[in-house]
């Protein structure tokens, strides 16, 4: 700092302002005052004059520019330098201070370090000059003090962070030049003094004279211009240079204060980098690429050159980020970049437009083949596989495409068209693309149309709820209602919910709509239970957006309360899908909720994860079996298999089982049979409005039973046999596997499932089990309708007793191949004849690991696969836990990862 006690006075009329530009003066050692108007400013100038005056140009009354010229009027004030303060950051504005006589400008906002620099320099500047104007006279009065002031004077300049130059115009030489000009150029003093200003420029010496004549003609005034700069080795830099004229007997001194600026270029080019590229990929960001592709297209308006806009989003991304982190993410967006930049050419232009967006500008003159030929590029190029750290991964990517003239002519059209194009490959099915058609934006606006419809169908209260009862199989009676959301959409009439739901969860208004449901709900609750019907449980639908950005507990605990209501009465129904997205939170509401009372179930079972693992982690009370299991599950043994194996496992884990969809007497019997505990469907009644289904409840309306000879035929001599199951088990064989079902009930009733399906869907089984295991399974499969005999007859059945079958097989620890052969091959023949799969759940390979023989294991698996050859073998491994030779980690680990293991041969 230049002088520690300088003065400053502030004028502005905002305090705020001024109290900010206190606050950055005052800590470097300034003293302040302030003014709040120009007539306040000339005021205190008159009575305390400032060292430095840093005034604002907007005021009322008298403008920063009035003030200047008055202050420079005066003899006075004249030498007082002046900062402007302006948010006008034009020419206009900086020539009329310079014409008003003020040495600086600052820019709104203000900079601090700009602030301090400007501020010390001026200073600085204001105390050369009057040492310049002091030695002037003293040269005049006294020359033998010469020698003395100016070494003075040099000491005072070498404090300066800036270097100063003196140039005499006369002679184009410099005539004094501080400590900190001569390390910036990398000259000595004495080699500086032996130069001119045009051994350091860039510019000539007619130039720098012609600037300086220019300067001197306007003398007091402080010029600033940016200009570069040679260093000793050759070397430019950029700089900041103040020039001001001063008169010496009769030559003109050129004070030249400069400012290495190399720094605050980077900071600027930094800072273009931020504006334009993206941080990440260094690809041009959205601005950019805007920015390039208005170029282009002008460009191409003079030729026969067509633009093509290709939109690219990566297909599933999301589930990169949630399942390995957004570290990874990254990774391979990074990765990704790369790949497209190779794809096109130098001509061509590829950003990324935030996210996992992608976009590329392609000069085009053979049309839409090659804009195809860039996109199968892509997709090739995709198809690689990637390594993130570690992790293999295959990305896939949908490509929207637009082309200019023949779509649109301005890049925001272009780039929406595009878009638009790029959700159409979406819904084809992504990993492709598909170039926009006037359709697509006929399909835009409608669908623009359709969300502010439902925007203000929710500020309108046009939803209404129907109701579609659910009845217990065994009874007939209603069991519950589902709350199933209609849009009483006015000129329009009763829209259906398929027609609305996905815009309402794309949009996230699903968030708002689920809340009134919900509260609808219990009121229509509350109603009916403070009525003669009584006590009714209603089952809403919830969006897993309603945990992630709503409040659901929150919002389920008002709505009981506020109705009074008990909380067993509501019961909400989620998508697998929903309980998958943020676990954690999506758990702890679930408990909430519970705790409470409210009841839960799984809508649309067996079309998503269907797994055993999330079914216990989360609190379910139900499961509803999807409408498309229900459909054919009289003709197609496939759904029947899937919706038996559903009815038990869910019952296994003690949850009741819904069916939906259910339209014929022939469905409710099958479902009667396998002892579904509810259903839900046409057959009983269509989703009614809340009057209509109240007259129902108050009439007491039951399902009629069907007659016993309406039952579902389950199995007879039509079976076929396809395929065959080798089921393992010795004495031991089940204890292991406690781990997995936790009771030995429970897996042997997975096990007769496993045979009931494969049954089920015309299949065969060759059972290897122990006497006691097979006699459990005959008596459970009995008891479900399988006609024992008539399977043996037909090869459906073949028990074979596990102890003696696997001791055939081995011989001093090695599968004898032969005998296995003689065995195997006769049974596998004839499914192969049949045109048969061949599903094998062989205890024979578990039992030989388990005795820690892995060579046996090794040569038992490979004879199994050779013996199966192109067909499909699903090796069940079942442990006993007595007599284990290898760690029991181990063994553990291995039978979890050859679990249900499905092998391709």
Known sequence: MTNPASTILIVDDEIHNRRLLEALLQPEGYRTLTAVNGEDALAATASHQPDLIVLDVMMPGMNGYEVAKLLKASASTASIPIIMVTALDDRGARLAGLDAGVEDFLTKPVDRAELWLRVRNLLRLKSLNDLLQSQSWMLEQKVQAR???????????????????????????????????????????????????????????????????????????????????????????????????????????????????????????RLKQLAHYDSLTGLPNRLLFFETLKKSLLQASDGAWKIAVMFIDLDNFKNVNDTFGHAIGDELLVQVSNRLAQCIRIRDTVGRLGGDEFALILNMQDGQQGVIAVANKIHKALAMPFDLNGHEMVITASIGITVHPEDASDPETLIKYADTAMYRAKQAGRNTFRFFTAQMNIDAVARHELETAL??????????????????????????????????????????????????????????????????????????????????QISVNVSGRQFIEGNLEDDVSEELVRNGIPAELLELELTEGSLMENTERTISTLEGLTNRGVQISIDDFGTGYSSLAYLRRFPINKLKIDIAFIRNITTNPDDAAIALTIIRMAHSLKLAVIAEGVETAEQLAYLRHHRCDQIQGYLFSRPLPATEVEQMLRDGKSLPMPPPEKAFPFFGDSLICRSTFVVPGDSSTFEHLVHIYEDDATLMEMLELYILTGLLAGEAAIVIATKAHLAELEEQLTADGVDLNAARAHDQYIPLVADETLERFMKDGMPDDELFASVMLPVLARARRNGRRVRGFGEMVALTWAQGNKEGTAHLETLWNRLCNKQMLTIFCAYPRAGFTVDPAESIAHVCSMHSRVIEV
């Open 455 to 536: 925007r203000k169908a929710i500020n309108n209260n046009e939803f209404v709820l129907h109701y579609q009862p659910k009845v217990f199989v065994n009874t007939g009676r209603i069991a519950g209602l589902e709350a199933l959301l209609r849009w009483q959409r006015p000129g329009h009439g009763l829209i259906a919910p398929d027609l609305f739901m996905p815009a309402l969860e794309e949009t996230g208004l699903i968030v708002r709509v689920g809340s009134w449901v919900i509260a609808t709900a219990c009121q229509q609750i509350g109603e009916w239970m403070r009525s003669p019907i009584g006590p009714v």
């Open 147 to 269: 020698t003395a002031d100016l070494q003075r004077f040099r000491t005072a300049m070498d404090f300066t962070a800036d270097s100063i130059f003196l140039v005499s115009r006369s002679t184009m030489r410099f005539v004094e030049v501080n400590a900190t000009a001569c390390k910036m150029h990398g000259y000595t003093r004495d080699e500086l003094l032996k130069l001119g200003p045009e051994h350091l420029s860039t510019l000539s010496r007619q130039q720098l004279e012609n600037i300086y004549d220019a300067t001197i003609e306007r003398p007091g005034t402080n010029d600033m211009a940016e200009s570069r700069l040679k260093r000793n080795d050759g070397s430019i830099f950029p700089v900041e240079m103040h020039r001001q004229a001063l008169p010496s007997d009769n030559d003109w001194i050129m004070v030249c204060v400069i400012r290495d600026i190399t720094e605050r270029r980077e900071v600027e080019r």
